[in-house]
């Protein structure tokens, strides 16, 4: 069965690109110009990815990832968003609703195609957890089958890259992690891909984990480390 990807975008040139390309590597590609169509078209055939434009005739793609987002059957499918906003809030805000990842135009058709194919490959290799179904260190407690991390019993609220980036490390505690390695793991990306994205996302992990945050080092001019033991 194909895998089948739905692209929102109003703009009929990108439209046409990404359609072709993506038909190219055989996924079974469904296009959409406006958010009233892509609800349409997923409620009658789920696409197992979403590429999402944010300015769409009918309103905000933001809108439409919240609804993908929030809904039981459909909050497991990975959104990309399209961009031509380079405006960091725009980016946070989309993290925040969910979205998987981000692309800011003008994008490169190879990177963006790259992007689909390591979310696609990440969901089939994440497995559900087998072993304990929560990690505790100090006063942090990652629960693996919620997806849920607490700092002291308080809820801290991560994207799902954050919390995965948060389990690899410390899942490797005590040993450093390349920027490379993190990318290749974490992320799924070639090193064609800025490591800068490494450090942009450890930035606000640190910040949203606050004093526990303290447990992942920086190896300068290596990539980081999460604390052997939590003192
Ligand atoms: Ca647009």
Same mark, same amino acid.
């Given at each position: 069965?194909?895998?089948?990807?739905?692209?929102?975008?109003?703009?009929?040139?990108?439209?046409?690109? @990404?359609?072709?390309?993506?038909?190219?590597?055989?996924?079974?590609?469904?296009?959409?110009?406006?958010?009233?169509?892509?609800?349409?078209?997923?409620?009658?055939?789920?696409?197992?990815?979403?590429?999402?434009?944010?300015?769409?005739?009918?309103?905000?793609? @933001?809108?439409?990832?919240?609804?993908?987002?929030?809904?039981?059957?459909?909050?497991?499918?990975?959104?990309?968003?399209?961009?031509?906003?380079?405006?960091?809030?725009?980016?946070?805000?989309?993290?925040?609703?969910?979205?998987?990842?981000?692309?800011?135009?003008?994008?490169?058709?190879?990177?963006? #195609?790259?992007?689909?194919?390591?979310?696609?490959?990440?969901?089939?290799?994440?497995?559900?957890?087998?072993?304990?179904?929560?990690?505790? %260190?100090?006063?942090?407690?990652?629960?693996?089958?919620?997806?849920?991390? %607490?700092?002291?019993?308080?809820?801290? #609220?991560?994207?799902?890259?954050?919390?995965?980036?948060?389990?690899?490390?410390?899942?490797? =505690?005590?040993? /450093?992690?390349?920027?490379?390695?993190?990318?290749?793991? /974490?992320w799924g990306y070639s090193s064609e891909v800025t490591t800068r994205t490494v450090d942009?996302?450890?930035? =606000?992990?640190?910040?949203? @984990?606050?004093?526990?945050?303290?447990?992942?080092?920086?190896?300068?001019?290596?990539?980081?480390?999460?604390?052997?033991?939590?003192?």
């Amino acid at each position: 069965m194909a895998i089948k990807i739905l692209i929102v975008e109003d703009e009929p040139d990108i439209r046409k690109t @990404l359609q072709y390309n993506l038909a190219k590597e055989s996924y079974d590609v469904a296009t959409a110009g406006s958010i009233s169509e892509a609800k349409l078209l997923t409620n009658q055939n789920q696409p197992h990815l979403i590429i999402l434009d944010l300015m769409l005739p009918d309103g905000s793609g @933001l809108d439409f990832c919240r609804d993908i987002k929030s809904a039981e059957d459909t909050k497991n499918i990975p959104v990309i968003i399209l961009t031509a906003k380079t405006d960091e809030v725009d980016r946070v805000v989309g993290f925040e609703l969910g979205a998987d990842d981000y692309v800011t135009k003008p994008f490169s058709v190879r990177e963006l #195609v790259l992007r689909v194919k390591a979310i696609l490959k990440r969901g089939a290799v994440e497995t559900p957890s087998d072993d304990s179904s929560s990690h505790n %260190f100090g006063g942090l407690e990652l629960n693996l089958e919620a997806h849920q991390v %607490f700092i002291d019993s308080k809820e801290v #609220v991560l994207t799902a890259l954050e919390f995965r980036l948060l389990k690899h490390l410390l899942d490797r =505690r005590g040993r /450093v992690q390349t920027r490379d390695q993190l990318l290749g793991d /974490v992320w799924g990306y070639s090193s064609e891909v800025t490591t800068r994205t490494v450090d942009t996302h450890i930035k =606000r992990l640190r910040e949203k @984990l606050g004093p526990v945050g303290d447990y992942i080092q920086t190896i300068r001019g290596v990539g980081y480390r999460f604390s052997r033991n939590p003192d």
